[in-house]
């Protein structure tokens, strides 16, 4: 740059320059240099270092620009919104006044957080979509306190599902502190998250007058009314109702050292309710107001205090579940989760569905649908989940393109 307008000072001629910003900016430069060529030689020389001297400050000025953090806004993906779906006239009316407290609404609670946010609002269609009264649906998202601000977040769900109900709550610092104390180390990373945890706490965050939830993954797809899990009875002694799988291994679940403490293993499992067995936390129906007046969550906790001391199992949330909850839960059929559609926790390779009736979906293990479509190597069952995505790739034409949606 600096020999272009040494050379243009001196009469010759240059090549055209770019037309950006600072190619405009030069040849403004260069047309106050046009005024000076009848100068002498030495002053043209030092007018055109002058200059050079202008550009450089207005590059490095520009440079500075272009590192500034992006606004908020564009902190997280952007949605296009839903269809909507409202209640029938079959639907029990719902009280003005009674608002997340009223008796006839049924209570999810899901986390959100900015990769898995894709996944949670394609959850949140599913069940809008399939539900009877999908009015009567009333969300509760929880928020890890690092994460990006709760605004936006309000703002994104608002955005595409304008009728919505949903509450956030965000993980106390205090809380998140003691939970990334308790966490120990796993086979996969996404499951050290503290917000991983957050299913230990909904009886604190959710208030009182809620009776019950059902906590969801957020890589979960229903195709079936939700409402029919909602009404699933829970027996007098248990706390939670989910899909139960007895044949699966359930040793596997727990170290050798756990097996072989004569403190632990099977002694652990004796009086329940029937012989443990395994079951997914990503789909459960919870009695909160049966959880508080247990203390379950310092019962968990104790758990993974103990993990700390010996190393008693290999996963994240899901053993301190089992040691307190397995032969105890109310048994709910196989099609409210047919999970591992995500794979095993290390390779995420493609499963099947399994064989029998399906109500919800379950991407449970580390092969996400929304990063292997983006990778444009798809499973089979990503297709299944491919229209329930609301995400606006940044290439787009508009932000208000509309959903694949909304043809239905």
């Known amino acids: 740059m600096l020999q272009q307008l040494i050379a243009f000072a001196n009469g010759e001629k240059i090549s055209l320059l770019p037309p950006s910003p600072a190619g405009r900016r030069a040849a403004s430069l260069f ?3 046009a005024f000076a060529r009848k100068r002498k030689k ?8 002058v200059v050079f001297l202008l550009l450089f400050s207005f590059s490095v000025s520009s440079s500075a620009t272009t590192s500034v953090i992006p606004p908020e806004d564009e902190l997280l993906p952007r949605f296009a919104e839903a269809p909507q779906f409202r209640n029938g006239e079959s639907c029990p009316p719902l009280s003005e006044a009674g608002g997340m407290c009223d008796p006839g609404l049924v209570h999810i609670a899901m986390t959100l957080d900015s990769h898995y946010l894709r996944g949670s609002m394609a959850a949140v269609l599913s069940l809008l979509k399939h539900a ?38 965000l993980l106390r610092p205090d ?4 939970l990334r104390g308790l966490i120990s180390s796993s086979v996969r990373a996404a499951l050290d998250s503290p917000l991983n945890y957050a299913r230990n706490h909904l009886a604190d965050l959710l208030p009182p ?28 002694r248990a706390v939670i109702a989910a899909p139960e799988y007895c044949r699966a291994n359930f040793s596997r679940y727990f170290t050798p050292a756990f097996w072989s403490d004569p403190a632990l293993g099977h002694r652990v499992f004796e009086g329940r309710r029937r012989p443990p067995c395994y079951f997914n936390t990503g789909v459960m129906v919870i009695d909160l ?35 307190v909850f397995a032969g105890e839960i109310e048994a709910v ?24 009736p399906v109500s919800l979906m379950h991407w449970s293990g580390k092969g996400k649908p929304w990063d292997r479509l983006d990778a444009g190597r798809p499973c089979p069952m990503d297709l299944l989940w491919a229209p329930y995505d609301l995400y606006v790739s940044p290439d787009s034409p508009s932000s208000s393109s509309p959903s694949p949606l909304n043809s239905w």
């Open 175 to 178: 809380l998140h502190l003691s």
């Open 209 to 236: 007058c809620v009776p019950r939830v059902i906590y969801l993954d957020s890589d979960v797809l229903a195709v079936d009314d939700v409402r029919r899990l909602w009404d699933t009875r829970l027996p007098a």
């Open 31 to 33: 047309i106050y240099l």
């Open 132 to 169: 009877s009264c999908p009015d009567s649906l009333f969300f509760h998202f929880v928020l890890a306190p690092s994460s990006t601000s709760a605004r936006l977040l309000r703002r994104r769900v608002a955005e595409s599902f304008p009728s919505l109900r949903f509450r956030l709550y």
């Open 42 to 49: 030495k002053e043209r020389m030092v007018m055109a270092v």
């Open 333 to 356: 059929d196989h099609r409210w989760n047919q999970h591992g559609l995500g794979g095993d926790n290390v390779e995420g390779s493609c499963r099947p569905l399994h064989p029998g």
């Open 289 to 323: 107001r049966r959880w508080r007046a247990g203390d379950y969550r310092k019962r968990i906790e104790s758990w993974m205090a103990l993990q700390k001391e010996k190393r008693i199992y290999e996963l994240g949330s899901l053993p301190p579940f089992l040691l």
